[in-house]
């Protein structure tokens, strides 16, 4: 082979093998929302066994009105709760960005308090509040689920005041 092949082939090499690895990144960004969307549809459909399946048992998940991280089971324990209170609770799906291995998906939940939550007895109200939700991915598998909810809205919609203290 000439030299000017080796080169041509060597030039056209450079310029094709970062796109093909540019499609795995893409296959695998798609990959990781398409997950997460599966994990909000079994959390809707309350597929607790889904949940189990697609959520590794090392599974960190970890919110801003949680001190402590808490685990697969436990967080599964806590949406058993919710839905408890709030049984036609779903998931609006307004954006899903996926960059590197972190998803992030801003949402807005609506549901109806039908039971009694956290002491406070169902109001019949219908609630409506905004989350966003990152998730960050290790060899495509969910590794941690940082959650960020309007929990003030969230209360307040239910009849909570915040109120200064005395």
């Not at 599974?59 to 089971?73: F, H, I, N, Q, Y």
């Not at 949402?107 to 009694?116: P, V």
């Not at 290790?138 to 003030?152: P, Y």
Request: negative net charge; aromatic residues 8%; proline residues 4%.
């Amino acid at each position: 082979m000439s030299t000017s092949r080796r080169h041509l082939i060597a030039a056209i090499s450079l310029m094709v093998l970062p796109l093909l690895g540019c499609e795995q990144a893409t296959n695998n960004l798609q990959h990781n929302k398409e997950l997460v969307l599966e994990v909000v549809s079994a959390i809707d459909e309350q597929d607790y066994d889904r949940l189990r399946e697609l959520w590794p048992e090392d599974l960190v998940s970890k919110a801003v009105d949680a001190p402590e991280p808490m685990g697969r089971d436990a967080v599964i324990e806590l949406i058993q709760g919710f839905y408890t209170a709030f049984p036609d609770n779903s998931h609006e799906i307004h954006e899903i960005v996926a960059e590197g291995e972190l998803v992030v998906v801003h949402m807005t939940n609506n549901a109806t308090h039908e039971g009694s939550f956290e002491g406070i007895p169902a109001t019949g109200q219908t609630i409506s509040y905004e989350a966003v939700h990152i998730v960050r991915f290790q060899s495509g598998v969910i590794r941690e689920w940082w959650r960020f909810e309007d929990n003030l809205g969230f209360m307040s919609q239910m009849g909570m005041e915040l109120r200064p203290k005395e």
